[in-house]
Structure formats: structure tokens, C-alpha cells
């Protein structure tokens, strides 16, 4: 027993917090920078006409459960706040083997959306507006039936993300803190209070500084106060901080880039069905490396599907795992 909490249901199981959205990605045929004139900034007013737009289904939460369900993770739970449209949503998930039952639908309102324009060198102007998500603030991880292996706290409601880092320090919880796009919604106590309490931290490399800046730690304090980091790089792949060693992880080669939106999110997914089954840490990045990577070759962030086999099999046309992966295909 840990806490309030009775092992009823799952175990070694992950709890995903966050954002559930609905993604409009939009295309720009030419270069953000071409058109911003940093001598004018205060004064900047511009509208870019794109070539396409899709609607896809998205948010954080779902994106990282997505990807532990595709790499044969039993049930990876959601647990969000929706809006009165999404039950189309819910079944997908349902279909693909993510745990709904904790996702709570707000009637009156719609679920978040997330407006995404991405430029040709896969930089990206965002909009998000958050909907229902903004009552998760009102719904505490005390409703789960269950204590939970892991609690990913990831952007949702800032209140929320807040009301998470301290139930689950009440609960004795571990919970990886991914503050990601909300660090310049939260302020420097807060961001610091989720650092100082987490199990383990995840960024990418300008969010990386901007978390230094604001809360005053430099890279040894926080690597002393977290059991891992990690720090994704873009192309440069990523940066693993744990048991006093530094892990280099390559970028997975693509095949063709069709959108960054979710690339990410794919990665968190992936790193953490390696860390579900205790592999190294170098093996967990490149996991989640080849997870990223196929939804970089993808419109969506939910439009890639592969089978563990085809995983696979892919993984080891790069990377050598001496033969651990065959733990991924036995529990298949």
C-alpha cells in the first residue's frame, strides 16, 4: 500500500497527465524568419497564408499513451479533462489499447485545440486553447483506484500541473515533470517545486535553459536532485543525465520529415516503455528515438502504427540492442 492507494487494477503501470487536444496542423511554404523584422518587434503584425491544414487527434497525454500502447505497454492510462466532443476521440483510444476510463468530460464545453503552423524548416508558430482542460485544475489523482508506477506531469492547466507535483509528493508517488511549453505559464517557485520533488525531468534544449534561468539550477544541482534527465536535441537526437554518467543518443535516420508536431511526445513514449521493462538508459533513449522518428514521418501525431515486430526489425537496421528487444517481442 502506498498512501491511500490499493494495488487493485494494474502494476509497474504509468499514469499520463496532460493535455487531450485537437490538433489543426497548418503548412507555411516558406520561412518564418524571411518575414520578421527584429528591429520592429514591438510593433509585429503578420498573417501567413498556408497550403494545408488537417485535423488530427492530439495533446500530450494521449501522445506519450499512444506510443506505450503501439510498443505493447498494457493499458497506459490517460487522465485529463474533455470536452462534451470528444467521444469519437475516446473510442480511437479505446481501439488502441489506451486505458479511457479516467479521462472526465466537462459538458458545455469543447476540448482543448492546439493550432500549429510549421514553416520549411520545420519551424513552428502555435496557438493553444485550452477548453475543458482547464477543469483538470478541479480533478485530483485521488480518484485513481489504483497506485501508479509512475505519474507523467506534462502541459495541462498550470494549477493542475501544480495540484499533481504536490499529490503525488503526499502520495509518495514518483512522477517524471515535463513542464515543456508551460514553463512561461508557471512561475519560478512553481517550476522549482516541480524540479526539486521529481523522480525525473524531461525538456528539450531551449526549454532545458529556460528552466535553468528560471529556477536557479545549474545542471549539477539538478542532476543530484533527479534520478535521470533528459534532453531532447531535435536532429541532434538526445542527451540522457543518470547514475552519474552522460548517455549520447543519435537521431534515428528518417526516412522522409512530414511534420515535427508530436515528434517529442513520441520520444517520452518510448523512452518509458524501455524504462516499463528496466532496460539501460542508452537502450530506453534509442527506443524512444525510433519512436519519434516515426512520427516525424507522419501528418499527426497519431498517425504512425507499426507492430513490435516491424519496430523491431527497424530498430535493428541501426541500432544493435544485443537481442533485449526479443523482452518486447515475447510479451507480444
Request: charged share 20%.
Amino acid at each position: 500500500m502506498q498512501g491511500d492507494f490499493v494495488f487493485l487494477e494494474f502494476t509497474m503501470s504509468i499514469v499520463c497527465t496532460g493535455s487531450v487536444a485537437y490538433d489543426y496542423l497548418m503548412k507555411f511554404p516558406g520561412y518564418f524568419k524571411d518575414h520578421i523584422l527584429p528591429d520592429n518587434l514591438e510593433t509585429l503584425s503578420l498573417s501567413f497564408l498556408v497550403e494545408s491544414m488537417t485535423k488530427v487527434r492530439g495533446g500530450i497525454a494521449p501522445n506519450i499513451a499512444y506510443t506505450l500502447a503501439l510498443l505493447g505497454s498494457e493499458k497506459p492510462i490517460v487522465f485529463a479533462t474533455v470536452g462534451e466532443d470528444f467521444e469519437d476521440y475516446r473510442i480511437w483510444l479505446e481501439n488502441h489499447k489506451v486505458e479511457t476510463k479516467y479521462i472526465k468530460q466537462i459538458d458545455g464545453v469543447f476540448t482543448a485545440s492546439f493550432f500549429a503552423n510549421t514553416d520549411k524548416a520545420n519551424s513552428q508558430i502555435a496557438s493553444f486553447y485550452p477548453g475543458a482542460m482547464t477543469y483538470a485544475r478541479e480533478y485530483s489523482l485521488k480518484e485513481l483506484k489504483f497506485s501508479p508506477e509512475l505519474v507523467v506531469i506534462s502541459p495541462n492547466d498550470p494549477i493542475a500541473m501544480n495540484r499533481y507535483v504536490d499529490e503525488c509528493a503526499q502520495l509518495k508517488i514518483p512522477y517524471l515533470f515535463d513542464p515543456s511549453q508551460q514553463i512561461v505559464r508557471m512561475s519560478s517557485e512553481e517550476i522549482r517545486n516541480g524540479v526539486e520533488g521529481a523522480y525525473s525531468l524531461f525538456v528539450n534544449e531551449y526549454e532545458y535553459q529556460l528552466l535553468q534561468k528560471y529556477t536557479g539550477l545549474n545542471q549539477d544541482e539538478i542532476t543530484k536532485i533527479v534520478k535521470f534527465l533528459v534532453v531532447t536535441l531535435g536532429n541532434k537526437g538526445a542527451m540522457i543525465y543518470a547514475d552519474d554518467h552522460e548517455f549520447e543518443v543519435p537521431a534515428f535516420p528518417v526516412e522522409h520529415i512530414v511534420d515535427p508536431t508530436g515528434v517529442g511526445d513520441a520520444f517520452r513514449g518510448g523512452f518509458l516503455r524501455g524504462y516499463q521493462e528496466n532496460f539501460s538508459w542508452e537502450l530506453c533513449g534509442k527506443i524512444g528515438s525510433l519512436s519519434a522518428a516515426y512520427c516525424l514521418e507522419q501528418n499527426g501525431t497519431q498517425s504512425h502504427h507499426y507492430s513490435v515486430e516491424e519496430f523491431v526489425r527497424r530498430f535493428r537496421m541501426h541500432y544493435d540492442d544485443n537481442g533485449e528487444l526479443d523482452q518486447l517481442l515475447n510479451k507480444n
